[in-house]
């Protein structure tokens, strides 16, 4: 059973710093991209940043500078940490893991909210 578990989401003000955290079972972690993904409320979901499994890294423009993604194979968990959080990145972050080659898989998180007030 494949199961995507974050955590650390929460409530903060303007210019603090959270640390998302998603635990994964049931994949072979070491190949799946993971990234993580957000959506606030009225809008579609987004890319916030990307992982592939040799480490390499992209960004939303608009957390480039601020959010730094990391993996840990051995612990088959990817982190997302959040600096000089805006009210604007207030959402909910879902986990998500891709394969791309054949057969082809995508998993997802059932999400954590993630508040920033002025």
């Known amino acids: 059973q494949v199961q995507l578990v974050e955590s650390g989401g929460g409530l903060v003000q303007a210019g603090e710093s959270l640390r998302l955290s998603c635990r994964t079972s049931?994949?072979?972690?070491?190949?799946?991209?993971m990234g993580w993904y957000r959506q606030a409320p009225g809008k579609q979901r987004e890319m916030v940043a990307l992982?592939?499994?040799?480490?390499?890294?992209d960004y939303a423009d608009s957390v480039k500078g601020r959010f730094a993604i990391s993996r840990d194979n051995a612990q088959n968990t990817v982190h997302l940490q959040m600096n000089s959080l805006k009210p604007e990145d207030t959402a909910v972050y879902y986990c998500?893991?891709?394969?791309?080659?054949?057969?082809?898989?995508?998993?997802w998180g059932q999400g954590t909210q993630v508040t920033v007030s002025s």
């Open positions: 998500n893991a891709y394969k791309e080659f054949f057969p082809r898989t995508e998993y």
């Open positions: 049931g994949i072979n972690f070491k190949i799946h991209r």
């Open positions: 992982i592939t499994s040799g480490g390499g890294t």
